[in-house]
């Protein structure tokens, strides 16, 4: 009985943990998916794909990709051979040294990205003057202040990574490489590279995926090249649409994507490895075509399923119309604003009616007006009427109808702010 | 056979801070010969192989291959190829890169490297392996990998470094023979290291035994095995008795050596040692186990040995009997299994006997760690 309430337990456990760890994203990716035009799940409007072409119109979020992509590119190719460096120089150094080494090495991590940006920024800014040159030259140009700003930490990272690796590195081998005639230069490239390989391409992910997430170090450097980071920041103070939840879905799905990819690649190798031992040097050429792909690789189902769930997905939203559903919607919120406005409206009346009667009475009266009540989670003390008072009532009439159904009421929906959209 | 390129060190010290590996070896190898350096772990034999093979620099004196001096030489371009001791295969590799690296190195066609790789892996009885990687070979596959790989090259010498310490018993002899094969197939210099005194016998025209350093004696397994120079080489190499003493009378080439409990017994002077072991001399006389032979009740004399059998035991080709010996040290007989019958002779005293030329006396010196 002790027994079966600990595993119940952990299941729950196990529940919570997982809600915690993926709930947010799974909301965030369903309200791209959601008409109403602030990021919320409920109440539910219609199937929708037009934030994704909302997204892919917006130039400063595809400008900001770019940039990312750029800036991450060439992050990756700073860092991963500035870690090789620092990894083989760690492996190679005195003994003696070798910790206070690590500490300077390893210190740029622990240094608040924050500082990074700003000294990275400074130190650039004062070698272009020393340099004579001006604010357009390529020192103070903002990809290369990024690039090396984010790979001043980024750097250490991948040498952690590809530390790891070196240290499992036979040193025997490069001596047997340069015993047999090899160079230097032809034993880093033929055996200790082609050993570092795995570890090098995980530096290497673990350096764009840095990079393309990093805020407070590029917040200082990018100068007029903003990656995507800087530019969601930038679009978030004025507001948020549901075309940034689709980003979030794309980013989520290829992450997905990707890693059940590398999951079925390294199931196949093992498999074939597998394979292998247990095949004599004849049967080998044909057997290792021959293992299904699929065979005893969850991996590779999961992978296809997903590829299957894309392409329907795809196909749905390049078929799907939701402009009915949407304009059902309308219609509806139209009513329901007029109602509202209609209730409003007598509230009004009998408010003023009532204040006559005050006045006429005592002559002073008080402006506590009784709120427009809705249903609300937070009693719509954010929505924009509530702080509008009287002025709003007669414009919102006939322009878009305020959606305040939601649990900010709006507070963050661009068309309360500014009505360009 | 070809001649084959030698290797000389001359005054060869080498010295890590305070520490000195290597003390003054002269060594002069022939070549085409199967020479082995043998001592225990730590005598610097490793060390010298390194300095042959460049990965360090003597700190006085020479190595020379072919007569040239290789100072400032590097390994990789010294007429030499070296088998580590953990082979070093590159295990990314498929077994016909490994063999054929060198040739990668000098820019030789995919065709041409698959072709030396087959004939190499036809030499090292590896047929169609050449597409596996070492990690699917057994052991004693690897082993022969690792030859053809440093063969491939055409080295002048081949240095092996305790090649076959990772193998099973069975599959080292079996190596053993192979690799004294390849070598006289190929005709070319093999410098072996090994701390096992059985692979060093068995393969080299030459050893050289060390210890701390030093290389005690230099000669061919038969002389080291009967005629070692000092008590350090008579007791690393192969099993051995010893008797402490002081020299009493020497008469040519023999000694009369005063023992503390087995009384005087006569021994012959050791070739190295002859005419300078002096009467009143400490010394120390060497007996194999399998040179004595029991001899009948109550005889005595210089060739005699009485002793209290402490325990035996039966190891199947031979019987071996454990008497009290001189120094604490026990002394072990071991008779042929010939089909005689043998007595229980726990407890009791029996006589040994030996003879005089059986019997090697050096002077008196530290022995090998058992």
Redesign the interface.
């Known amino acids: 009985m002790n027994n079966s309430f600990l595993r119940v337990s952990i299941w729950v456990y196990l529940v919570i943990f997982f809600l915690y760890l993926l709930g947010p994203l799974v909301i965030m990716s369903v309200t791209a998916f959601n008409s109403s035009a602030f990021p919320r799940m409920t109440p539910w409007e219609c199937l929708t794909f037009q934030w994704f072409g909302e997204l892919f119109q917006d130039q400063r979020i595809l400008n900001g990709i770019k940039n990312s992509l750029i800036i991450g590119a060439g992050t990756v190719v700073l860092s991963v051979a500035m870690g090789l460096a620092g990894a083989l120089m760690l492996t190679q150094i005195w003994p003696k040294l070798r910790a206070t080494y690590y500490t300077v090495i390893i210190a740029p991590i622990l240094i608040p990205g924050v500082v990074l940006g700003i000294s990275t920024l400074v130190f650039w800014d004062r070698i272009n003057r020393m340099l004579g040159l001006g604010a357009d030259s390529f020192l103070s140009n903002g990809i290369f202040l990024t690039v090396i700003g984010q790979s001043t930490f980024i750097a250490s990272y991948c040498m952690l990574v590809l530390v790891a690796r070196l240290q499992r590195y036979d040193v025997a081998l490069t001596e047997a490489a340069l015993d047999l005639g090899a160079t230097h230069a032809q034993a880093f490239r033929k055996i200790l590279l082609p050993f570092m390989r795995p570890a090098i391409a995980s530096a290497a992910v673990l350096a764009f995926l840095a990079s393309f997430e990093n805020y407070n170090t590029t917040t200082f450097t990018f100068g007029e090249y903003p990656t995507l980071t800087i530019e969601l920041a930038q679009k978030v103070r004025y507001g948020i649409t549901p075309a940034i939840s689709a980003l979030a879905f794309l980013i989520v799905a290829l992450t997905v994507f990707f890693a059940l990819l590398n999951e079925a690649k390294l199931k196949r190798q093992e498999l074939v490895a597998a394979a292998r031992k247990k095949a004599t040097v004849e049967e080998l050429a044909g057997k290792i075509k021959l293992p299904s792909f699929f065979s005893g690789n969850m991996a590779a189902v999961l992978l296809v399923v997903f590829a299957v769930a894309t392409i329907t997905v795809v196909g749905t939203a390049t078929a799907y119309n939701p402009g009915q559903c949407i304009a059902n919607v309308k219609e509806q919120k139209r009513l329901e604003a007029e109602q509202r406005i209609q209730e409003l409206r007598k509230q009004r009346e009998e408010q003023r009616k009532k204040r006559e009667a005050e006045e006429a009475e005592q002559g002073g009266a008080q402006q506590s007006a009784p709120k427009p009540s809705n249903n609300s989670g937070f009693g719509n003390v954010f929505a924009p009427n509530s702080l509008g008072g009287d002025a709003e009532e007669e414009g919102s009439d006939s322009e878009t109808p305020p959606s305040n159904n939601g649990g900010f009421g709006g507070a963050f929906d661009p068309n309360s702010l500014q009505s360009d959209q | 056979m070809s001649a084959g390129v030698g290797v000389d060190l001359e005054n060869l010290w080498i010295r890590f801070g305070d520490f000195v590996a290597v003390r003054d070896a002269n060594v002069n190898i022939n070549g085409g010969d199967f020479f082995s350096f043998l001592g225990p772990s730590g005598c610097g034999k490793t060390t010298i192989l390194r300095a042959v093979?460049?990965?360090l620099d003597p700190s006085e004196g020479k190595v020379l291959i072919g007569g040239n001096d290789m100072r400032g030489i590097?390994?990789?371009k010294r007429p030499?190829?070296?088998i580590?001791q953990?082979l070093?295969?590159?295990?990314?590799m498929k077994v016909w890169e490994n063999i054929t690296?060198?040739l990668?190195?000098?820019g030789a066609s995919t065709a041409e490297r698959r072709k030396r790789a087959d004939e190499l892996l036809d030499m090292i009885a590896l047929p169609?392996?050449g597409?596996?990687l070492p990690s699917?070979l057994s052991g004693g596959q690897r082993q022969r990998v690792a030859i053809a790989?440093?063969l491939c090259?055409e080295p002048d010498v081949l240095l092996l470094d305790e090649p076959l310490s990772a193998l099973d018993l069975k599959l080292r002899q079996h190596m053993r023979t192979e690799l004294r094969e390849i070598q006289q197939r190929v005709g070319i210099t093999f410098i072996y290291i090994t701390h096992d005194q059985g692979e060093a016998l068995t393969m080299s025209d030459n050893i050289a035994v060390m210890r701390a350093g030093v290389i005690d004696q230099i000669a061919d397994g038969k002389t080291i095995y009967n005629d070692p120079n000092t008590a350090f080489a008579a007791s690393f190499v192969g099993e051995n008795n010893v008797f402490r003493g002081k020299i009493k009378q020497v008469m040519g080439n023999e000694a009369l050596i005063a023992t503390n409990r087995s009384g005087d017994l006569v021994a012959r002077i050791s070739t190295a040692n002859q005419g300078k072991l002096k009467e009143g001399d400490d010394a120390m006389m060497f007996i194999r186990p399998e040179a004595f032979a029991i001899a009948p009740d109550g005889a005595s004399g210089d060739h005699f040995v009485t002793a209290r059998v402490t325990h035996e035991e039966f190891e199947g080709n031979v019987f071996n009997i454990f008497t009290e010996g001189d120094g604490g040290k026990e002394i072990k007989v071991s008779l042929p299994n010939l089909g005689q019958s043998f007595e229980d002779h726990t407890g009791q005293n029996i006589t040994l006997e030996y003879e005089t030329r059986n019997a090697v006396l050096v002077p008196a010196g530290e022995l090998a760690a058992e």
Do not use: C, M, V
């Not at chain 2, 070093?88 to 990314?92: K, T, V, Y």
């Open positions: 093979s460049g990965f590097g390994p990789n030499t190829a070296l580590f953990n070093a295969l590159f295990p990314l690296f060198s990668e190195i000098k169609g392996q597409d596996k699917e790989r440093a090259a």
